[in-house]
């Protein structure tokens, strides 16, 4: 079986400064791997995925992530963040069997 | 774009009565989701379909019930409600030939209140 953690629940950072939100995993296949947003009273929109290839994958937004499989990581990055990023931001992960495992989200506050 | 619609959006609901949560996708995926989100907390699978006539339970346990009777419709159905099923109800769907595997567009939810 797979599961998700998300290392922080919540992380507050300032307007414009960079930010790193944690994700790690562990499945005893392989496994593709998402990033989305849930924005307040809102369903789920699509960030990014990893599917296979390049480690490092850019998503909308300006946000990227980096798929390390020796450390089962999938951080999600931004290097300048606007107020309109606060959010809630989920991994998910997928072996390719039914449907995607999340983790219990991180909640992004960006202040002024 | 994905398009994926769910209704209602909110609703408040006493205890007891039968309520039906719509679903509908016009992109023609075969596979389609309901998840159960509580407020602050992960998504949990309650239902997934395959395809037409074809429902299974997911792994959280839940007393709602599905159908798929069509290709772009999955509702979900809670009997008798009880203020134990007041969460966040987000439908999805995913289709492996049209959009890429693994990957599911989900619906704006659906936050029932039972009181």
């Known amino acids: 079986a797979q599961s998700v953690t998300q290392l922080d629940s919540q992380v507050p950072v300032f307007e414009e400064a960079p930010v790193e939100l944690r994700c790690n995993y562990s499945s005893s296949v392989s496994v593709y791997l998402f990033w989305y947003v849930q924005y307040p009273n809102q369903g789920l929109q699509l960030l990014l995925k990893y599917l296979s290839g390049s480690t490092l994958v850019k998503g909308i937004n300006g946000f990227e992530a980096e798929f390390n499989k020796s450390q089962t990581s999938f951080h999600l990055r931004k290097p300048s963040v606007h107020i309109s990023d606060t959010a809630e931001y989920f991994c998910a992960v997928n072996t390719g069997r039914r449907a995607l495992t999340f983790g219990s989200g991180t909640r992004l506050q960006v202040q002024p | 774009e994905a398009d994926i619609y769910q209704t209602p959006r909110y609703l408040v609901i006493g205890t007891g009565k039968k309520i039906t949560l719509e679903c509908s996708q016009t992109m023609g995926h075969d596979k389609m989701y309901w998840y159960q989100q509580d407020p602050g907390m992960e998504l949990h699978l309650i239902h997934y379909?395959?395809?037409?006539?074809?429902?299974e339970k997911g792994d959280l346990s839940s007393e709602s019930t599905v159908s798929r009777i069509r290709t772009e419709h999955f509702p979900l159905t809670l009997e008798s409600a009880r203020p134990s099923h007041t969460s966040q109800y987000l439908c999805a769907s995913s289709d492996s030939v049209r959009t890429g595997p693994y990957e599911q567009y989900f619906g704006p939810g659906t936050r029932l209140t039972v009181t």
């Open positions: 379909s395959y395809g037409v006539n074809s429902t």
